[in-house]
């Protein structure tokens, strides 16, 4: 790696860049493959240089092992920013909650999915049928019908496009880092098509095994970035949000 990537924007909240370094820092201090951050201000972030290379398979375990591990590092409660920020957070562009709680389905649901179904409604992105699955989901989520893990160090947005490919291994960029579910990082990495995810997978299990039943869980966590999505990007979202949101009401009945 060398110095030299920059990113410079006028038209930001001057917590932007902010937000994004301090989430790197907290990721690296758990032990998080991310990159390094060279300098920050009000309108920019410079991060260390990154040469993309190919995918491998030994790089997707060796990922998947690191990315446990950063999990492992912990949070103080579900929603908790980094240690030491208390600005504002966002995802992609979208100002994120750094509302706090105890348990993880009370927050899920308040915090992170339903904040985005009155802008996908509005934008005309969420049909109502759909809304009110995502809205009868969230109920069984936050009514502790999902609890179990305490609170992980989650990279929090993390799609194949913030998993940059090196010669050293996976380095993560552009995190919306909080305190969540280990699974709902890898049902990001899921829904948007991730090169060798088994690989990874099998790199996690192999340093933290995940709860039985995983599997099924993954529409559960998909369910914020489907709904961050059908608020900006398109009906498409609006309709995997209510698929995702009904299997999800299923498989809480079984």
Same mark, same amino acid.
């Given at each position: =790696?060398?110095?030299?990537? *920059?990113?410079? +924007? +006028?038209?930001?909240?001057? &917590?932007?860049?902010?937000?994004?370094?301090?989430?790197?820092?907290?990721?690296? &201090?758990?032990? @998080?493959?991310?990159?390094?951050?060279?300098?920050?201000?009000?309108?920019?972030?410079?991060?260390?240089?990154?040469? !993309?290379?190919?995918?491998?398979? !030994?790089?997707?375990?060796?990922? @998947?092992? %690191?990315?446990? +591990? =950063?999990?492992?590092?912990?949070?103080?409660?579900?929603?908790?920013?980094?240690?030491?920020?208390?600005?504002?957070?966002?995802?992609?562009?979208?100002?994120?909650?750094?509302?706090?709680?105890?348990?993880?389905?009370?927050?899920?649901?308040?915090?992170? $999915?339903?904040?985005?179904?009155?802008?996908?409604? &509005?934008?005309?992105?969420?049909?109502?049928?759909?809304?009110?699955?995502?809205?009868?989901?969230?109920?069984?989520?936050?009514?502790?019908?999902?609890?179990?893990?305490?609170?992980?160090?989650?990279?929090?947005?993390?799609?194949?496009?913030?998993?940059?490919?090196?010669? *050293? @291994? $996976?380095?993560?960029?552009?995190?919306?880092?909080?305190? #969540?579910?280990?699974?709902?990082?890898?049902? =990001?990495?899921?829904?948007?098509?991730?090169?060798?995810?088994?690989?990874?997978?099998?790199?996690?299990?192999?340093?933290?095994?995940?709860?039985? #039943?995983?599997?099924?869980? $993954?529409?559960?966590?998909?369910?914020?970035?489907? %709904?961050?999505?059908?608020? #900006?990007?398109?009906?498409?979202?609006?309709?995997?949000?209510?698929?995702?949101?009904?299997?999800?009401?299923?498989?809480?009945? *079984?």
């Amino acid at each position: =790696m060398t110095r030299g990537f *920059r990113k410079d +924007r +006028r038209d930001v909240d001057p &917590d932007f860049f902010r937000a994004e370094a301090a989430g790197l820092r907290w990721l690296r &201090d758990g032990g @998080g493959p991310v990159v390094e951050v060279v300098d920050v201000g009000d309108d920019f972030i410079e991060l260390a240089h990154l040469t !993309s290379t190919r995918p491998t398979a !030994s790089h997707a375990r060796d990922f @998947g092992g %690191a990315l446990a +591990r =950063m999990h492992d590092a912990g949070a103080a409660e579900f929603g908790s920013p980094p240690d030491g920020y208390d600005g504002r957070q966002f995802i992609g562009e979208r100002p994120l909650s750094t509302r706090t709680h105890e348990r993880w389905g009370e927050f899920y649901a308040e915090e992170r $999915v339903l904040p985005y179904l009155p802008p996908a409604i &509005d934008a005309g992105y969420l049909e109502p049928e759909d809304a009110e699955a995502t809205r009868e989901a969230c109920a069984l989520v936050a009514g502790g019908a999902f609890d179990d893990d305490p609170p992980a160090r989650l990279h929090g947005d993390l799609w194949t496009g913030n998993v940059l490919w090196t010669e *050293r @291994g $996976v380095v993560l960029i552009d995190p919306a880092a909080h305190g #969540g579910h280990r699974e709902t990082d890898l049902a =990001m990495l899921a829904l948007f098509g991730c090169p060798l995810l088994t690989e990874i997978v099998a790199g996690y299990h192999a340093e933290h095994p995940l709860r039985p #039943g995983w599997e099924d869980r $993954v529409a559960l966590h998909q369910l914020h970035p489907l %709904a961050v999505h059908a608020a #900006g990007h398109g009906p498409s979202y609006g309709t995997a949000l209510g698929s995702a949101a009904r299997a999800c009401v299923a498989l809480a009945g *079984r």
